[in-house]
T-cell receptor, first 109, second 116 residues
Framework: GQNIDQPTEMTATEGAIVQINCTYQTSGFNGLFWYQQHAGEAPTFLSY????GLEEKGRFSSFLSRSKGYSYLLLKELQMKDSASYLC??????????FGQGTELSVKP | GAVVSQHPSRVICKSGTSVKIECRSL??????MFWYRQFPKQSLMLMATSNEGSKATYEQGVEKDKFLINHASLTLSTLTVTSAHPEDSSFYIC????????????FGPGTRLTVL
């Protein structure tokens, strides 16, 4: 089966670093995605990890450990515009992208 | 990244009517398109997967006769909500991939459906 868990909400301060964790239990798992979604808008692609390790893209980094069924999204130098929902999603062997419940991040001044 | 469009962006209809939502991949051919539904403050729930020229496969609990999906070409998929009711009010989002299962999935801007 497939089960993707992430915290419901987090709060952080502008300029700080925040780590959003995601754990999953899924059979035939084939890569993990992170998307950002602002309220009322479609999700936008942030990162895709298929191999273990850390991938860095500017202020955003994503990490995957397949043996532990664990991933995290790291956001550095937080800006107010980073306030959004962050969706962790796994693609199964059937090619379907299934999401966790999303983490609502609030960045405070 | 690739562009996926949806039309309309917002629709309000009366209970009992049918609503069609179009999803288009603008700069690539989408072998597979997905339809998601999102209720307020909840995550995206996959409704169905459609492949060009074949019948859509629906997730458990999604009524195929109520949510009709047609993937007529490699750039167009449509979702028709038949006999809509207020509980069908939601944010409907389509997404598309161009190739294999490792391809990035691009999302459309979504359609806000309100059924009165």
């Amino acid at each position: 089966g497939q089960n993707i868990d992430q915290p419901t909400e987090m709060t952080a301060t502008e300029g700080a670093i925040v780590q959003i964790n995601c754990t999953y239990q899924t059979s035939g798992f084939n890569g993990l995605f992170w998307y950002q979604q602002h309220a009322g808008e479609a999700p936008t692609f942030l990162s895709y990890n298929v191999l273990d390790g850390l991938e860095e893209k500017g202020r955003f980094s994503s990490f995957l450990s397949r043996s532990k069924g664990y991933s995290y999204l790291l956001l550095k130098e937080l800006q107010m515009k980073d306030s959004a929902s962050y969706l962790c999603g796994g693609r199964n062997q059937g090619g379907k992208l299934i999401f966790g419940q999303g983490t609502e991040l609030s960045v405070k001044p | 990244g690739a562009v996926v469009s949806q039309h309309p962006s917002r629709v309000i209809c009366k209970s009992g009517t049918s609503v069609k939502i179009e999803c288009r991949s603008l700069d690539f051919q989408a072998t597979t398109m997905f339809w998601y539904r999102q209720f307020p403050k909840q995550s995206l729930m996959l409704m169905a997967t459609s492949n060009e020229g074949s019948k859509a496969t629906y997730e458990q609990g999604v009524e195929k006769d109520k949510f009709l999906i047609n993937h007529a070409s490699l750039t167009l998929s449509t979702l028709t909500v038949t006999s809509a009711h207020p509980e069908d009010s939601s944010f409907y989002i389509c997404s598309a991939i161009s190739g294999g299962t490792t391809d990035t999935q691009y999302f459309g801007p979504g359609t806000r459906l309100t059924v009165l």
